[in-house]
């Protein structure tokens, strides 16, 4: 089996949160030990994924 390097495409952007929603984030991700970038990505994916009107 050869390796191989998977990058994942990332882009920018910019989005206003109430603080106190970052404060939470922060702290949550400072106690699991990853980026607050991570827990909001992994946070959305699952959101999306679970939404229960998927078919709209």
């Known amino acids: 089996m050869k390796f191989q390097i998977k990058k994942q495409e990332y882009v920018n ?3 206003r ?4 929603l970052a404060d939470r984030l922060s702290q ?4 699991e030990d990853i ?3 991570e827990l909001v ?6 959101a999306l994924d679970n939404l229960k009107d ?3």
């Open 28 to 31: 949550v991700a400072q106690q």
């Open 54 to 56: 998927k078919g709209k």
């Open 41 to 46: 990505v992994q946070s959305c994916e699952f």
């Open 17 to 20: 949160i109430p603080k106190e």
């Open 35 to 37: 980026s607050v970038n």
């Open 13 to 15: 952007r910019t989005y």
